[in-house]
């Protein structure tokens, strides 16, 4: 009987030595695998963080436009490291850019101008016959900056307003040696685009009058191939509470260089001519609205006297 007894205690205590290897193995794999969960939630959420996020309404093509903007295209687009395409903007108009094309990018933040932007890469080819470099500068509004038509077209920095921070900054450069390179405006400077501001209107705004959803959006104007009016009405698009406004700029490498350039010249007698239409637009303009309000005056006596008669 006693061998019986201790034989039951051996298998009973080797059950419970089972049941306990095999509680603490359930116990690591539970603990494992909330390790790894961790492991994964951590990736997850660093790649969701680094990606660009997609809910911001840019003003930008859409996923779907981009998509069949590729599927059309011979040539392979670029993209950049979101995924997204590289534009070249012509104006208001932005051209898809092929592989390997030729230029400067440009990293700009585009969007509405009261919510959080997306920052979108641009191609801004160089224009200068000589060895030249593309600069980005962001100001508030009033930039300060003056700009001039020179004989190839070009719109260059000739001036600033002496209370803008433009004017500090060049001062600043000047006491620098020539050869160094500010981020900022400089003389001779050659306008290549910046950021503008349009109206972007709702979905019901066009059926029903409905303004909601209307918004002020910050877009990339190119200068290149746009007529010098329709340029420098881009530039006052904007407002002090529309943000910062960017340029992009290019400047050549040679400080004589900046400034072997001549202003365009413009006729005497195409400004006399211009004057004279709008003088003569105005004139027209006063002798209609005269010749209405004595229409109405007529009209309104003789309502007077068929009324006393």
């Not at 490291?81 to 104006?91: M, R």
């Not at 910050?218 to 329709?230: F, H, K, P």
Request: net charge neutral; proline share 4%.
């Amino acid at each position: 009987s006693s061998s019986s007894s201790s034989s039951s205690t051996t298998t009973s205590s080797s059950c419970s030595y089972v049941l306990l290897r095999r509680s603490v193995a359930a116990r690591n794999n539970r603990n494992r695998n909330k390790l790894k969960r961790g492991v994964v939630a951590r990736r997850i959420f660093q790649e969701q963080r680094d990606e660009q996020p997609t809910t911001i309404d840019d003003g930008m093509p859409s996923k779907d436009e981009e998509q069949d903007a590729i599927e059309k295209s011979d040539a392979t687009l670029e993209k950049d490291k979101f995924k997204k395409l590289v534009y070249e903007p012509q104006g208001y108009v932005l051209q898809t850019v092929e592989e390997g094309t030729s230029g400067e990018r440009v990293t700009i933040e585009v969007g509405p101008t009261d919510e959080e932007k997306s920052q979108r890469k641009f191609l801004f080819r160089k224009v200068l016959s000589t060895e030249s470099t593309i600069i980005a500068y962001e100001a508030q509004r009033p930039l300060g900056i003056v700009f001039e038509v020179d004989t190839s077209g070009f719109l260059r920095v000739v001036d600033f307003n002496p209370t803008s921070e433009a004017y500090q900054r060049d001062a600043i450069q000047r006491l620098q040696p020539a050869t160094s390179m500010s981020q900022s405006p400089a003389i001779g400077d050659v306008l290549r685009g910046f950021t503008a501001v349009s109206i972007k209107y709702g979905p019901r705004a066009a059926l029903l009058g409905d303004l909601s959803g209307t918004k002020r959006m910050v877009v990339t104007y190119g200068v290149d191939n746009q007529e010098t009016r329709s340029v420098f009405k881009a530039l006052a698009s904007g407002t002090i509470m529309d943000g910062p406004m960017t340029l992009v700029l290019e400047r050549a490498k040679d400080p004589n260089e900046r400034l072997d350039w001549k202003p365009e010249e413009i006729p005497i007698e195409k400004v006399r001519r211009d004057a004279e239409r709008k003088q003569i637009s105005v004139d027209d303009g006063l002798s209609t609205a005269n010749a209405t309000f004595l229409a109405l005056g007529g009209a309104f006596l003789l309502l007077l006297l068929a009324g006393f008669s």
